[in-house]
């Protein structure tokens, strides 16, 4: 039976720097196993908590925290899609093919190794401070890019805005999930995801225009000065409460074993990947020892999680709850399946329908829009209702309803059921986007909030990178299976152009072929990633038949505070709970307690 807690204690978080008092009795909080055992509905009311309640936040003071956020996110999301078009021309200008794979690869990588380290170090410094980190990293990666005289030194700076997208990420997800209530955060999730879907939609555009009107470079100076801004938005505007841990006990209270394991496995697992099939064979010593010396970290992570680590990167007890199991299950198939789209679905438009680069970016849009809408009106829904399972339930259909659709797609002209098919896995995606989050918070401790969302993106880093690797797996080796018989009907010097390796490059050839030459590759094209459909297809299988394990909790519309600071190690330790005791030598309007009124209004109270 899973290890579900009282309700009541897993609210949301509003993140007050104060000194803990692990033994003061107002803290404790009852985890009897009697009571945890018990399962909780969505209309089940909650248990009392001896968790202190703050007031809601003002108008003024949700916007002075969403629009510095939303910005983060929207050059977070405009980076990452306006270099895709700028990529050929990079390669050609550079003179280095093989940069059409790091370019990409270098910013994943980055991006997923250290996802996790984001979460564990804004729980010791606070989070604006790591945020303003994450943002200062990422513009440097952009002036690096701007600047780099060789492809080695872009390759540096996409990696540097990898990291600090990631920092950026996951900070405004945890951001959020500090500041409102389980109940609320669906809807500023879901804003948040509607402004990444802006980005990614224009990014292409922009780029394209930047590129082919003035040259390459301008995709990342373009950024500059966007970053800048949200910098000082962020500096000035993002009111938040940020702990005083002195510089010297924030560095000993890390986990650098379990951060260095992490990346250095992350990493290892990941360019084996990369470099499978692509640049190297997967029989190749390089290849398998990056794989198994990678998956051997990961046991030494464990480990080090288990028995050495105070303050750890991704605390194990997290996965000791079924439910949260299958919820983080969820959402990496979720992500999964998009992602994969989202990389397939334009060279399917380009190869089996005859697009050009433009247009089968705009037979993406779909896909997005209905992702971003369906996630925005579930917000809505889950703020209004605190019901969040039977949405997951009616996600997973359309999502599995709507990927297996594309088996149904016919070799021609299928603009149409491309269009509503995109749509009906689109809103099963969208919907299915923000509730397994709150499906692993509700039965979690408040103090484990960072460490749940890092958790939460990194799973979606890892999906995002094993989807591309395996989707290309599966279609190159299609692609050579039907080599030969292609090479029949078209001759091998022709047929050499559209092997496994080639495929993706060469799409644009198709279009140089004679007539009924073109009809014959397209078709293998549109066999090859039917094979590719299928692989999502199981996928989705998957994310179904893990929402059965998910269980429903109370989502309360009461907003708790978390505790910051180098004393979560103690707290830890003495079995405390995940608030901390506010004291100030001014009374009850100290400054911190000042600090807090002023972001819920004037006139709150506690």
Known sequence: MDNAIDPGQNDGVTSLPATLN????????????????????????????????????????????????????????????????????????????????????AFILANTATTPVWGSVADIWGRKPIILIAVAVFLAGILLCALAPTIDVLIAGRALQGAGASGMGTMVNVV??????????????????????????????????LTTRLNWRWCFWVNLPIGAVVF???????????????????????????????????????????????????????????????????GLFIVNELK?????????????NRSSVAAYSVFACNFYVLIGLSYYLPLYSQSALGSDALTSGIHLVPLIVSTSLSAACTGA?????????????????????????????????????????????????????????????????????????????????????????????????????????????????????????????????????PVDQQDVVRRVYFESLRAVWIMYIAVAGLSLVSNLFVRAHHLSSETRTALLGVDRARAKQDGAVQHQNIESSGGSDGPIELVRRRLRGVGSHE
């Open 22 to 105: 692990p033994r003061h009795p107002d803290q404790g909080q009852d985890e009897n196993p009697k009571d945890s055992a018990a399962p909780v509905s969505n209309n089940s009311q909650p248990s009392k908590s001896n968790d202190p309640i703050a007031p809601k936040l003002s108008a003024t003071a949700i916007a002075l925290i969403m629009a510095p956020l939303s910005l983060s996110v929207l050059l977070s999301s405009l980076d990452f899609t306006i270099v895709t078009p700028a990529v050929p021309a990079i390669v050609s200008s550079f003179h280095s093919v093989s940069g059409l794979v790091w370019i990409g690869g």
């Open 176 to 209: 959020i999930n500090d500041t409102f209530s389980l109940r609320e955060r669906g809807l500023y999730l879901a804003i948040t995801s509607i402004v990444w879907a802006i980005g990614s939609a224009v990014g292409p555009v922009i780029g394209g225009v």
């Open 232 to 298: 000082v938005v962020l500096l000035f505007f993002l009111d938040i409460p940020t702990p005083n841990t002195p510089v010297l006990d924030g560095l000993k209270a890390i986990d650098w074993a379990g951060g260095l394991l992490i990346v250095g496995s992350a990493l290892m697992v990941l360019l084996g990947l990369e470099f499978g099939d692509v640049t190297l064979p997967w029989s190749s010593a390089t290849v398998v020892c990056l794989i198994m010396f990678g998956l051997v970290v990961v």
């Open 308 to 320: 050495f680590a105070v303050n750890p990167v991704i605390p194990l007890r997290l996965l000791t």
């Open 381 to 513: 829904f889950i703020q209004q209702t605190g019901v969040y399972l039977p949405v997951m339930y009616v996600a997973q259909v359309l999502l599995t309803l709507g990927v297996g659709l594309f088996l149904n797609l016919e070799f021609g002209n299928s603009l149409t059921k491309l269009i509503v098919f995109e749509i009906i896995t689109g809103i099963g995606i969208g919907m299915n986007m923000e509730p397994p989050l709150l499906a692993a918070l509700a039965p979690a401790k408040v103090l484990d909030t960072a460490a749940i969302v890092a958790t939460m993106g990194f799973l979606r880093a890892l999906a995002t990178a094993i989807a591309v690797v395996v989707g290309g797996v599966i279609f190159q080796n299609r692609m050579n299976a039907a080599n030969q018989g292609l090479a029949d009907q078209i001759g091998p010097q022709l047929a050499g152009n559209f092997t496994g390796g080639q495929a993706t490059a060469s799409v644009e050839l198709i279009s140089l072929l």
